[in-house]
């Protein structure tokens, strides 16, 4: 075993996040200094934040008509798309070296050509409180729910934050039948912990829908997906 596998991912994770006090800090940076594969993993942890951040701020977001409930086809069309681009994209910067070493790409539309082909998990991403925008989250989902009779999709998962946690909130959300429904077949709906915690400081009672989970903050159930290689899609 190497010397740096007894600090765990959430260790560095809390460190990048400047969460640990400074003893631990202390330990950590000692250790890292004659630990170059510890030094390496701290490294990307910090690449890895910033590039979902990059990614919160720049992803455009998707016209969608006010008129009409949104096709299902054209939703799956622009926001699957949109989120294949935007995971091969993050999937290159963290973890380009390591892709290199073991295997030779044919560039980023082999990469998205075996995405489409295989069994895919999803994370989608809610951050507005436009109910339009909640309800293509819900409307997605549902779309990847079909999808996964074909063998397509494995798993669905949508987390909340900023206003986009209203979706979540028990008395504000226009959406609890939907969730409720949704949750019947396995999708799981988290609300940021941080978002809550934010509120709660503003005093604002955060009350969410049943079974919704609050264990983590958005951006580490982000980085923590995509580790794993699901697909990440923000609404």
């Known amino acids: 075993m190497k010397k740096d596998e007894h600090f765990s991912e959430e260790q560095l994770n809390a460190l990048v996040d400047g969460e640990l006090d400074p003893e631990e800090r202390s330990v950590l940076y000692n250790h890292s200094e004659h630990q170059p594969d510890l030094d390496m993993r701290i490294c990307k942890q910090r690449k890895i934040k910033e590039l979902v951040k990059h990614a919160y701020e ?8 006010r008129a009409r409930p949104l096709s299902r086809r054209g939703l799956f069309s622009t926001g699957l798309a949109a989120g294949i681009l935007l995971a091969v994209g993050l999937v290159i910067g963290v973890v380009g070296h390591s892709l290199v070493e073991r295997e030779s790409l044919n560039g980023a539309a082999a990469v998205a050509t075996r995405a489409v082909a295989e069994r895919e998990n999803y994370l989608l991403h809610v951050v507005s409180g436009d109910p339009e925008q909640m309800y293509a ?8 729910l079909d999808a996964t ?60 829908v049943p079974d919704a989970r609050q264990e983590y903050t ?15 899609e923000k609404i």
């Open 58 to 65: 720049d992803v455009p977001q998707v016209e969608r008509p």
């Open 137 to 144: 989250a819900l409307e997605q989902a549902r779309f990847l």
């Open 149 to 208: 009779g074909e063998g397509e999709v494995g798993h669905v998962e949508i987390i909340a934050n900023e206003r986009g946690i209203d979706l979540l909130r028990s008395d504000v959300t226009p959406f609890a039948r939907e969730i409720a429904d949704l949750q019947r077949q396995d999708v799981i709906f988290y609300a940021c912990s941080r978002t809550i915690e934010r509120l709660n400081e503003e005093g604002i009672e955060v009350v969410l």
């Open 218 to 232: 958005a951006i580490d159930r982000v980085v923590s997906r995509m580790q794993q290689g699901w697909k990440y």
